[in-house]
């Protein structure tokens, strides 16, 4: 036996209820024509009669009868799929699946994963940590919150903030040192961080025209940017931190800017989905609170 076409189950149910093929295309917004094609149809795959027609009402046979029972039920769990899909496209649902990287996720993703499942309590959250690359597809990550400059990829991103990166150094440290130009870090200890392309390369501007580039020597090599920041406190040598990491402790006293006329390349804080036509609510909720809580936090700084 062929597949049934399911609209053809409709069109029945609806003459049955209507109890007449005329009723049941004005309620379908079809014609009577296709609502009788439909139904004939429908009875020829059975190989049985479904309907009696009489000059004034349609009535089911018992075959008839027996199939609206069931078409009925059919059609009911059919439209409460929707309806349950309805609801989770309206409010945030689910559990949603996060990547980003040690620092940025510590410092930022993880306070706001927590104000969002205190708002969204249908939702669980399950943060995953880690500098490395992470394959969203494979691993069935809804997002991932990616700083720095992105790859080519089949990815969608969308860039939601920017960051400055710091040349720190602890106080202490920085009162050992007697650096003018860029030049002059090259023999000076350097913390390298192993989770960048190139930890020991760095490229400084001052105006427009004015760029020099520096390798750094390693005096430690370590593949976490927060312990970078441990050893930097601690006074290990220079490093360069982000400045979601690094603003407060500059602010606080705790680690001192060196070469500040120097900037070094901004980089950007990126989310990144699976290519994907819609997203679920609880991927759009997520990002407009991230959104939103690092719009305020800039609006705070400019102040």
């Known amino acids: ?4 076409n399911l609209n053809r189950l409709a069109y029945f149910a609806a003459v049955v209820d209507a109890g007449s093929f005329t009723r049941a295309a004005e309620r379908l917004g079809i014609t009577k ?31 008839g009868r027996l199939l609206h029972a069931r078409t009925v039920t059919i059609l ?9 899909i309805a609801r989770s496209n309206a409010e945030p649902r ?9 620092d ?26 880690s500098d490395a690359r992470t394959d969203l597809v494979a691993d069935h990550i809804d997002l991932s919150i990616r ?25 202490e440290f920085a009162m050992t040192l007697a650096v003018r130009e860029p030049e002059d870090l090259a023999e000076l200890p350097f913390i390298a961080n192993g989770a960048l392309r190139e930890p020991l ?43 979601y990491l690094a603003t407060e402790l ?7 800017t060196i070469l500040p006329d120097w900037s070094l390349p901004a980089g950007g804080i990126h989310v990144v989905y699976p290519t994907a036509r819609f997203r679920p609510p609880k991927v759009t909720a997520f990002v407009a609170m991230l959104v939103a809580s690092m719009r305020q936090a800039a609006s705070s700084k400019e102040k």
């Open 250 to 256: 500059i602010e606080a006293g705790r680690l001192v």
């Open 94 to 102: 689910g559990l949603l699946r996060i990547a980003a990287t040690n």
């Open 76 to 84: 009911r769990e059919a439209e409460d799929a929707f309806a349950e």
């Open 201 to 243: 390369i760095w490229n400084f501007a001052r105006g427009d025209f004015d760029r020099r580039t520096v390798r750094m020597r390693q005096a430690l090599a370590i593949n976490t940017t927060p312990a970078v920041l441990a050893a930097t406190l601690a006074g290990g040598g220079l490093s360069v931190l982000p400045s």
């Open 104 to 129: 940025h996720g510590a410092s930022t993703v993880a306070p706001l994963a927590t104000a969002f499942a205190r708002r969204y309590p249908a939702c669980q959250v399950d943060l995953i940590l």
């Open 147 to 171: 700083v720095g400059w992105l790859d080519d990829s089949s990815l969608q991103a969308r860039r939601i903030g920017t960051f400055r990166q710091f040349l720190v150094a602890s106080p």
């Open 33 to 63: 024509t296709v609502v009788s094609q439909q139904v004939a149809r429908l009875e020829a795959e059975l190989k049985t009669t479904l309907l009696t027609r009489t000059t004034r009402r349609v009535e089911p046979t018992e075959a």
């Open 1 to 4: 036996m062929e597949p049934v």
